[in-house]
């Protein structure tokens, strides 16, 4: 079992760039593949990246690809997203998440999850 606590989140103005972090109990991080999902008011939660065990390999959503990057420290434990030029329709409630695999992007794939980290970025 996992325990995963987001940081990191605020508000930001269009452009700028924002860095979440993830923080993992346990030390059984690295076996885990890991994800980032997000959730605006009055829509579903959606994919936004995924990353392999050993961060080798890493997956993204259309709509954050070239801009999002999503990274692991497994020596420290820690989950990264840095988030570049962002843009209002970013703001949501993000989410960092463990599973046994990165490849798939269904929240239901994902087993553990964290309370998430509220990101606002305003026009």
């Known amino acids: 079992q996992v325990q995963l606590v987001e940081s990191g989140g605020g508000l930001v103005q269009a452009g700028g760039s924002l860095r979440l972090s993830c923080a993992a109990s346990?030390?059984?991080?690295?076996?885990?593949?890991m994800g980032w999902f997000r959730q605006a008011p009055g829509k579903e939660r959606e994919f936004v990246a995924a990353?392999?065990?050993?961060?080798?390999?890493?997956r993204y959503a259309d709509s954050v690809k070239g801009r999002f990057t999503c990274s692991r420290d497994n020596t420290k434990n820690t989950l990264y997203l840095q988030m570049n030029s962002l843009k209002p329709e970013d703001t949501a409630v993000y989410y960092c998440?463990?599973?046994?695999?990165?490849?798939?992007?269904?929240?239901?794939?994902?087993?553990?999850w964290g309370q998430g980290t509220q990101v606002t970025v305003s026009s």
């Open positions: 990353i392999s065990w050993s961060g080798t390999s890493t």
């Open positions: 998440a463990a599973g046994s695999t990165w490849i798939l992007s269904s929240a239901a794939a994902f087993t553990y």
């Open positions: 346990g030390r059984t991080f690295s076996s885990y593949a």
